[in-house]
């Protein structure tokens, strides 16, 4: 079985300060990671996916994730935080890719302070 | 990019209403397509997967009988709550995910809000 840990169910951040979501997940096998944000009443828009290639993976909006096996941990991380950032994050695990589902962290609400 | 859409983005009707929400997959044929809920302030429950052409694989806790899920063609699945009461308001989200692109994640809906009276 799988599990996902976001620790923190908030965040707040200066404009420009870095961010860092953290994420520890839990499977039996080598696992699907991926970041999703949420903007109030809409779905998830994948942020990046790590499907064991590179560690540091790199998606959109500035957002990087490294994935640590000895560590069991895929935290997200952006430079300089942004007005437009401020949403859910929500940290995910599958044993697959498309076809299998995802198992949820319970979310990240990210505040960004001006 | 794979565009999944979901219909209606908000419902409010009377306790004892059925209510259908559809997921659409635009741009390609999803063989497989999940069904979250998810509650204020709080992260995304699989309900139910469902494979295009057979019934739905629903998870411990989910009434199959409460929650029917459709999943007659490669772009559409529905689901509909069945005389829906207030415990039943949510947020309810669709994927859709397809064999031929495997590799890739799963696309999501937008969301429906369903408020019961």
């Known amino acids: 079985a799988q599990s996902v840990t976001q620790l923190g169910s908030h965040v707040s951040v200066s404009e420009g300060a870095l961010v860092l979501l953290r994420c520890n997940y839990s499977?039996?096998?080598?696992?699907?990671l991926f970041w999703y944000v949420q903007y109030p009443n809409q779905g998830l828009q994948l942020l990046l996916k790590?499907?064991?290639?590179?560690?540091l993976v790199k998606g959109i909006n500035g957002f990087e994730a490294e994935f640590k096996k000895s560590e069991t941990s895929f935290h997200l991380t952006k430079p300089s935080a942004h007005m437009s950032d401020a949403a859910e994050y929500f940290c995910a695990v599958s044993v697959g890719s498309g076809n299998t589902p995802l198992v949820f962290g319970k979310g990240t609400r990210l505040s960004v302070i001006a | 990019g794979a565009v999944v859409s979901q219909h209606p983005s908000r419902v409010i009707c009377k306790s004892g209403t059925s209510v259908k929400i559809e997921c659409r997959s635009l741009d390609f044929q999803a063989t497989t397509m999940f069904w979250y809920r998810q509650f204020p302030k709080q992260s995304l429950m699989l309900m139910a997967t469902s494979n295009e052409g057979s019934k739905a694989t629903y998870e411990q806790g989910v009434e199959k009988d409460k929650f029917l899920i459709n999943h007659a063609s490669l772009t559409l699945s529905t689901l509909t709550v069945t005389s829906a009461h207030p415990e039943d308001s949510s947020f309810y989200i669709c994927s859709a995910s397809s064999w031929t692109y495997s590799n890739q994640p799963q696309h999501f809906g937008d969301g429906t809000r369903l408020s019961i009276l």
């Open positions: 790590y499907t064991s290639a590179a560690t």
């Open positions: 499977s039996s096998v080598p696992p699907y």
